[in-house]
Nanobody, 124 residues
Framework: QVQLVESGGGLVQAGGSLRLSCAASGRTFSGNAMGWFRQAPGKEREFVAAITWSGGGTYYAESVKGRFTISKDNAKNTVYLQMISLKPEDTAMYHC?????????????????WGQGTQVTVSS
């Protein structure tokens, strides 16, 4: 069993920045990647970014490339999402997740553990 706790969300003006954190705890696990997903009211759940633990490879949705950066701290079992130049369309509930299954890195079905989410709201 793995527990994930997100933090860092909040209300910001367009053009502002936020840094989200996701701390993993519990039993040791064989997850091969951690990712961030978001969902806004009336919209489908959307892949945002992911990072592999073995090689540190990163993956980004086209909509956030150049603005969001995912990183990790292995000693803390923590992944971060640095977000800059935020836009109102970035407003959503952001969830982190651990990928322990085979499948596409952008597929939420490949992720086995999910955090409770942290709300990001960007005002115009």
């Amino acid at each position: 069993q793995v527990q994930l706790v997100e933090s860092g969300g909040g209300l910001v003006q367009a053009g502002g920045s936020l840094r989200l954190s996701c701390a993993a705890s519990g039993r040791t696990f064989s997850g091969n990647a951690m990712g961030w997903f978001r969902q806004a009211p009336g919209k489908e759940r959307e892949f945002v970014a992911a990072i592999t633990w073995s090689g540190g490879g990163t993956y980004y949705a086209e909509s956030v490339k150049g603005r969001f950066t995912i990183s990790k701290d292995n000693a803390k079992n923590t992944v971060y999402l640095q977000m800059i130049s935020l836009k109102p369309e970035d407003t959503a509930m952001y969830h982190c997740a651990v990928r322990s299954s085979v499948g596409r890195i952008i597929d939420p079905e490949a992720y086995n553990y999910w955090g409770q989410g942290t709300q990001v709201t960007v005002s115009s």
